[in-house]
């Protein structure tokens, strides 16, 4: 059997945009990394129900920069642009695709921007709202030039939940179905946290939040009824004699539960976690991802294979996973992938 997935980049070098890979998953192997549409670097794609993906976008005109979201219809077998929104300023980190109200979501870490757009039934945009992160800062080096929402998606109860690296926070907004942002709460992050992504585990009424400049995972208890996160603990990506830099990336939950992913951007690796009953994280594995600068990978429909893409070397790896203990295991590397960023099944 074959499963699809289309792979997020940065433009910079050799990219012409967006791609798409193959995964045998009876193989197990890697196949036909194959261009699929334009965009200036499409770092961040959303797929919608209705086979629409909303990406992000970077275009330079005479001298200015313009950064939004391209709106590809993917029904056929060629992706055919419907829309380009675009402001002034560099483009967002993230994209999300809300179905039940039909919104999309932005979150512009050059900005401090978190955008609400609604959808219309033929798939193009309209911006509903906009909030502009505004707190103080923390200490480190990437957060002094102001707050940087790096995430804006649905926590479980639909509200939206936005990671802030610049301000070390976490907010959550309630969303109206006209996309209407009202502010419910905010947490504060220990000084130099950097809060990139977070992931729900609703069964147990946690969350893991992974802090890009601290290497730093996160336990959180999040409370439904008052829309409140508090912090349990606080567990380390990289080993403790690591000192060189290191930026935490992606984080994946899989889907019992048991396990907590994080890819680790310097020291080139997946980090795995088992999660007990109440969420408590115990390291049962680092893994090289062979090759520079891991920023993002997925896993195929049943979780028994992941696909890690890695940016400055242009190159996949594929792992297999074992359900019971959570530990990866390589299966394939040096897989061509140009400037890889994130990884969306198709």
Same mark, same amino acid.
């Given at each position: ?123 193009? $945009? ?33 509200? $939206? ?84 830099? +290191? ?16 890819? +680790?951007?310097?020291?080139?690796? $997946? ?76």
């Amino acid at each position: 059997m074959t499963e699809d997935f289309y792979i997020g980049t940065y433009t910079k070098r050799i990219s012409r945009g967006i791609y798409r890979i193959s995964v045998d998953t009876a193989a197990p192997k890697l196949m036909d990394c194959e261009w699929l549409a334009s965009a200036g670097s499409p770092t961040y794609i959303a797929k919608a129900a209705a086979k629409r993906l909303y990406v992000i976008n970077k275009k330079e005109t005479d001298g200015e920069t313009h950064g939004g979201l391209i709106i590809y219809d993917v029904s056929e077998e060629k992706p055919r642009a419907i829309q380009q929104v675009l402001d002034p300023g560099s483009s967002p980190a993230y994209v999300a695709v809300d179905e039940d109200r039909q919104l999309v979501y932005t979150a512009n870490y050059h900005t401090a921007a978190v955008t609400v757009y609604a959808i219309a039934e033929d798939g193009t $945009l309209t911006q509903t709202d906009k909030v502009v992160d505004s707190d103080p800062v923390g200490p480190a080096p990437e957060q002094a030039d102001g707050p940087h929402p790096h995430f804006a998606d649905l926590t479980p109860d639909h509200r $939206l939940v936005v990671c802030d690296l610049g301000s070390d926070r976490v907010y959550v907004y309630d969303v109206s179905d006209a996309g209407k942002l009202s502010p419910v709460s905010q947490l504060e992050m220990p000084a130099g946290y950097g809060p990139r992504h977070i992931v729900f585990d609703d069964q147990k009424g946690v969350a893991y939040l992974v802090g890009e400049l601290s290497s730093n995972v996160a336990t959180l208890s999040y409370d439904p009824a008052a829309g409140k996160f508090a912090v349990k603990e606080i567990t380390s990506t990289i080993p403790a004699d690591w000192t060189a830099h +290191n930026g935490a990336a992606a984080i994946r939950l899989s889907s019992d539960g048991r396990f907590v992913y994080v890819s +680790n951007r310097g020291n080139n690796s $997946l980090a795995v976690f088992a999660s007990d009953d109440a969420g408590k994280l115990t390291l049962v594995q680092r893994i090289s991802t062979e090759g520079d600068f891991p920023r993002d990978f997925n896993w195929t429909a049943d979780q028994s294979l992941v696909v890690v893409v890695n940016q400055n070397s242009d190159n996949a790896s594929l792992f297999k996973r074992d359900a019971d203990s959570g530990k990866l295991t390589l299966v394939q590397k040096d897989f061509m992938v140009p400037e890889g960023v994130s990884v969306l099944p198709a």
